[in-house]
């Protein structure tokens, strides 16, 4: 298997598989699928120090200072493609929002969803909000990339994410770059308990709505490819049992679920 600069980390992995370290890479993404081909177990995760093409949703790059933030691809293979669990995502999400409350049980509560793949926190004293994670899922066959992306320790964003982008240590100062290792063993445990919710189940469903970022507020949204002139306006008013988005269009009665697309807040 190719370890070329790659360290193995001595961290709780209940997925029972290595967890591997390298301070560079192309993306964990990258180096994730090399993995996977060398035979890499499921569970398998791939952290990095900085990331020259970090990728985030709907083409965009992830930018992210070297060695402050917590940036990793856990591996998932599902032979069976009727056991990959639904709303992916959304449930990634909620299992990063509790680990962080693991890690500052002062801030339970604070911590919100927006659909489909962003961690945000309540701007402490204001009612505006800011990202410090997020969520981006790839598929091969039967393997799943899942990668994820929190902001622990960086203070400084590109003019272009300050007015919308945020970290924990803004919200938790005492925080430092090695938390970011902290992190990932709350989050690891937090994940695969909520892989491990049977299907039927709607705990997690509930679990989501609650935290659902904008829910019962107005909002316009994309649906569709990214790009998409279409814009529909409307109240945000849950997500569907696929983790479909649940909006109540302006002027209408019904709910209307969206698959893809992007929410644009007021």
């Not at 982008?165 to 709350?186: H, K, M, N, T, Y």
């Amino acid at each position: 298997m190719y370890t070329l600069g790659m360290k193995v980390l001595s961290l709780k992995n209940p997925f029972g598989a290595s967890i591997y370290h390298e301070e560079t890479l192309s993306s964990t993404f990258d180096r994730a699928r090399l993995l996977y081909a060398q035979g890499a177990a499921s569970g398998t995760v791939i952290l990095a120090d900085f990331q020259e093409a970090g990728k985030g949703r709907l083409g965009r790059s992830w930018k992210a200072q070297r060695g402050m933030n917590l940036l990793f691809t856990i591996i998932l293979i599902y032979e069976d493609p009727a056991l990959i669990p639904r709303a992916l995502s959304l449930k990634t999400g909620l299992a990063v929002c509790l680990a962080i409350e693991d890690l500052a049980p002062s801030l339970k509560g604070c911590f919100q969803l927006k659909w489909p793949n962003d961690v945000m926190i309540l701007n402490p004293g204001d009612s505006g909000a800011f990202k410090v994670g997020g969520i981006l899922i790839e598929a091969e066959g039967p393997c799943l990339y899942l990668g994820v992306g929190i902001n622990v320790a960086q203070r400084e964003f590109p003019d272009d994410l300050s007015p919308k982008a945020g970290s924990l240590i803004q919200v938790l100062p005492d925080l430092g770059p090695q938390d970011r290792f902290r992190l990932l063993e709350l989050i690891l445990p937090r994940l695969r308990s909520e892989l491990e919710v049977p299907p039927e189940a709607d705990t997690w469903r509930e679990a989501i709505g609650e935290r659902l970022y904008m829910r019962g507020e107005m909002l316009s949204f994309a649906p569709g490819a990214a790009g998409s002139a279409e814009l529909v306006e409307g109240t945000l008013s849950g997500i569907g049992p696929g983790g479909e988005l649940l909006l109540i269009p302006r002027g209408e009665a019904e709910e209307r679920a969206f698959l893809n697309g992007e929410l644009r807040v007021y």
